[in-house]
T-cell receptor
């Protein structure tokens, strides 16, 4: 999983397989989380978000799971496609104005 | 609808020159953030604007960096006397309010020679 300060983790998956990208956070006061996708040469793109009163939220081909007990967040991508290749960031907010971002995980989809 | 736009998309400058980067947020968004992203790194917070309130400048790395937001909309980030270590992608994001979902622009890629 990703954590602020570490070099970029990488994940390679076969096209059609499911991908799981993990994120650990340290602030127990964080109550809002976002996953972003950043393709090469582009800005981060919002994928899905979740608030702390939920432990799971589903979107189109993506699911975010939140485990507040161990302060862990994951992004699951179903039937991964080549277009899913990108860097994925988690961001956390503790009801303040700022978000705190991890360094990201680089996902490579092998055709 | 229109997203966050930034200009220029790329900027090459010489060490010691000043640069101005522009951000046009999504219409109606009162929160605006500037971040810096170095190669392979996460997002480094620089400055935050919320409506007409005083900006949060706590992330600006030195007094060579400044930003303003005119009329609660367009923002410019100015870097004076650029240094090679300023080379990075500068990202702008806007949101309906602080702590709400942020939407990012495409970034300005700055290269200081």
């Amino acid at each position: 999983g990703e954590s602020v300060g570490l070099h970029l983790p990488t994940l390679s998956v076969q096209e059609g397989d499911n991908s799981i990208i993990n994120c650990a956070y340290s602030n127990s006061a964080s109550d809002y989380f976002i996953w972003y996708k950043q393709e090469s040469g582009k800005g981060p793109q919002f994928i899905i978000d979740i608030r702390s009163n939920m432990d799971k939220r589903q979107g189109q081909r993506v699911t975010v799971l939140l485990n507040k007990t161990v302060k862990h967040l994951s992004l699951q991508i179903a039937a991964t496609q080549p277009g899913d290749s990108a860097v994925y960031f988690c961001a956390e907010n503790d009801a303040g104005n700022q978000f705190y971002f991890g360094t990201g995980t680089s996902l490579t989809v092998i055709p | 609808g229109a997203g966050v736009s930034q200009s220029p998309s790329n900027k090459v400058t010489e060490k010691g020159k000043d640069v101005e980067l522009r951000c046009d947020p999504i219409s109606g968004h009162t929160a605006l953030y500037w971040y810096r992203q170095s190669l392979g790194q996460g997002l480094e917070f620089l400055i935050y604007f919320q409506g007409n309130s005083a900006p949060d400048k706590s992330g600006l790395p030195s007094d060579r960096f400044s930003a303003e937001r005119t009329g609660g909309s367009v923002s410019t980030l100015t870097i004076q006397r650029t240094q090679q270590e300023d080379s990075a992608v500068y990202l702008c994001a806007s949101g309906r309010a602080g702590g709400q979902t942020q939407y990012f622009g495409p970034g300005t890629r700055l290269l200081v020679l």
